[in-house]
């Protein structure tokens, strides 16, 4: 029994997991809008109102799904993560915890790009997937400011504009090896993708703030 749980606690907690490895299958396999109920309490061999009385709606289940995930996520990557590593290295480690999650969960990627479609058709999928991005660009943020502390990172950069950037190059990846993986392989980007962050982070008169003054320069 989990510590601190009575046995009728205990119990509702795994159903409430079985529950969410459930709708998380079939949320990939069917995508949101297609997917129901009726398919997730099948799946996972439990009544609807089971079902209901933790979850008050679809939208809740999958919104649930998507936090759950990437506080795992984050601390995953957070254990990754060493006192005294070299900048480029912690990095590095940052890229290849995301892509170790592709690699081990099939199911993710595909839900990675549902929550993508969901955010450009309703405006609760734009929410939940701010509420990730929020998510994750405040957990990076708040690395590179330590790094910012102790002198690994430029004290000119925006350490939250460096956290968006690090994310959007990671998800464009994600991106093209869905769409083409036989002319997309991660294993090949992860190395030059964490040199154009470190460089990004610790070369002189770099960054958007740096092109910003060179173009105002030139009017």
Known sequence: ????????????????????????????????????????????????GALYGHFASKEELFRTILVEHVRRRAAETASRLEPGLPLRESILRIIEASWATCRTDPIWSPLIMECWALA?????????????????????????????????VRSDVDVHRAARLLLALNDGLVLQWQTQPDKVDPEEFLGPMADMITGYLTAENQGVSGARSERKSRR
């Open 1 to 48: 029994m989990a510590r601190g749980l009575t046995l009728p606690q205990q119990r509702k907690e795994e159903t409430r997991v079985r529950i969410l490895e459930a709708a998380y299958r079939v949320f990939a396999r069917r995508g949101y809008e297609a997917a129901t109920v009726e398919e997730i309490t099948t799946e996972c061999g439990i009544a609807k």
């Open 120 to 152: 450009g058709r309703n405006e609760w999928g734009r929410e939940a997937v701010a509420a990730l991005y929020d998510h994750c660009s405040t957990a990076l943020a708040r690395f590179l400011s330590g790094a910012q502390r102790t002198g690994l």
